[in-house]
Every structure is written in C-alpha cells, then in structure tokens.
C-alpha cells in the first residue's frame, strides 16, 4: 500500500503527516499521544487503506517534522490548542469529514474536536473516555496510588523537570512505556524508531505547557479562553463513538472511563481491552481497526473479535 509523507501549512504550524490509502477515501485521522509519534498506528493503517479508507497520521505540534510557523510565538499545548490544530489540519486538507481516532493527546483533541465541530466528525473511537480536562478549577485530591502515577506531571511543573526533560527526554519516555503498559514488551528498536521524534526543538517547551496549564501552572492563550471555560462544563460529546480502554493501563485506569455514560450517545460501546495498557493502539491494534471499522460500517463494533480476549461493558 502505498505511503505518502507530506506537510501541510496550517495558521500556526507546518504540520508533517504520513497518508495511506485511496486520495478520494473517506478520511480517517489517527492521533498519537505522549510520549509517542505516528508510529503507534502501524499496526493498523495498511488494513484501512486496504478497506478503501485515507489514512492521515500526523505529528502532534512538538513532535517529529511538525514546526511552528512563527519563530517567535509561544511553544503552548494546551487541550484546545491541539484540538485545534485537527480542525485546522482538515481545513488545510479540505476534508469535510472524517472519522478520528486518539488516545492520550491525541485521544484529548479528537474528543474536543468533536465537541466543537460535530458536523466534521463522521464518528469517534476515543481511548480512554472523555478524557476533556477542566482547565479553571482544580479538582480534588486523587487516591494516593494515581497522584503517584503522576510523578511526571509533578516534576514537568519544576524547574529541575524542566532541565530534566531536556537532558533526559528519552530516559523519561521509556520509563513511562514501562510504567504505563507494565505487560507490554516492545523492543529498544521500536522504542528508539519513535524516540527521534522527541528531539524536535520545540519538544520540550510543548510538553511542559500542556502538563503546567492544565493544572494551573501556566496561562494559556488568550484567544482559546472562551473554549477552556466551554470544556470545563463537560459537554456531552453527540457523535457516534466507541470507547476503548486497556485493561491493565496504569496511568488512567479503566475505572476512570466508567459512569460517563451521559457524555457519549445512548448505546456508545464501551471495551475494556485485555493484553493493552495506556498505548493501545500498539498493544492491540486489533481492537482499535475493529472500533474504526465499526463506525465505517452499519454493524455493531465488536474490537478484538477473533483476535484475542475482550470484556464487553456496554456504556449506554
């Protein structure tokens, strides 16, 4: 199948994609998380080219060939920035619709993209939930076990951290694979073929904003105020969606997608998928094709069928 590698101009980026597929198939995008790049969607994205599908896979700002236009703005990421670079991205494209997939950031700007252009989301498959922050209020203090999961956000607020992400980035990014998918065995090549993309320039500065801003820690533009105080009331999300969540992820636990049922459609399925922690898309790229496929089709989304175990926990 073929692979086209290109970049796109947006208002603020140069943004660099890898596309699969027919030019005039329906579009599907796949959007990484941190720490990872367009690698994590290896698994699935010469099946949806082979289905008939374009497959767009781009950088997320910060990461690999994608660049700021202007030298001088600021390097933020905060959830409504990275949402919208997706809504810019298929304005670029001139895609009218798509269906998008994401976990992590990735999952973050595909749920608020979908929040805020529901007319440009032809379906949704949302790792993790309703992964939408409240940027306004601090919310209250977590168990003991999750507040320790989240040792790096703590250390990306310090100064040290800052110093410690720059020399380290690569130390820190393979502890958190380790940490976060504990039953997941990847290789130092698959890992060291991602970990390029964090020596973009920009890496850094984008990491420590998302992490400071959605605990207060750093302002955020001024021209996304109006969205952030829109997200901090949950809006529901109304396109069809499916909900993957591994079931052995240690940084957002399955239990953190569970009672949400208000915020998806009636009869949105939910997964709890064996054998996946926090990067499921490379632990089992099976379920994640099976949930696009679904909401490229008229049936029932059945991930995992034939491909190993899934627990099945409807969400509506």
């Not at 820690?217 to 529901?236: D, I, K, S, V, Y």
């Amino acid at each position: 199948m073929t692979t086209t590698t290109t970049t796109v101009r947006t208002p603020v980026l140069e943004v660099a994609l890898e596309e699969h597929g027919p030019p005039d198939g329906e579009v599907v995008m796949l959007l990484h998380g941190f720490p990872d790049d367009v690698r994590a969607y290896d698994g699935v994205v010469d099946d949806l080219a082979d289905d008939g599908a374009r497959v767009l896979v781009p950088y997320l700002r910060g990461y690999g060939p994608t660049r700021f236009l202007d030298p001088w703005v600021r390097r933020t990421a905060q959830q409504s920035a990275i949402a919208t670079d997706v809504l810019d991205l298929l304005d670029a494209l001139d895609v009218d619709r798509a269906v998008l997939a994401g976990y992590d950031w990735g999952g973050r700007a595909a749920c608020i993209a979908a929040i805020l252009s529901p007319e440009r989301v032809a379906g949704l498959v949302t790792v993790t939930g309703y992964n939408v922050q409240d940027t306004l209020r601090l919310p209250p203090p977590a168990p003991v076990d999750q507040a320790r999961a989240h040792w790096y956000q703590w250390y990306f607020a310090t100064e040290p951290g800052h110093a410690g992400l720059t020399a380290h980035r690569r130390e820190i990014a393979r502890a958190l694979w380790r940490e976060w998918s504990p039953t997941w065995r990847f290789t130092d090549a698959e890992f060291d073929t991602t970990a390029g993309s964090f020596d973009n320039d920009d890496f850094v500065d984008v990491v420590l904003h998302s992490y400071r801003h959605r605990w207060g820690h750093a302002r955020g533009e001024p021209r996304f105020a109006a969205t952030e105080a829109l997200l901090a009331q949950r809006p529901p999300i109304t396109v069809p969606t499916v909900v993957l969540h591994g079931a052995e992820d240690t940084v957002a636990p399955p239990a953190r997608s569970l009672g949400q049922e208000g915020l998806f459609p009636r009869g949105t399925p939910r997964h709890v998928v064996a054998g996946a922690g926090h990067f499921l898309p490379r632990e089992r790229p099976d379920a994640l094709l099976a949930a696009v496929r679904s909401l490229r089709s008229a049936g029932p989304a059945h991930p995992g069928d034939g491909a190993g175990p899934v627990s099945r926990s409807p969400a509506g």
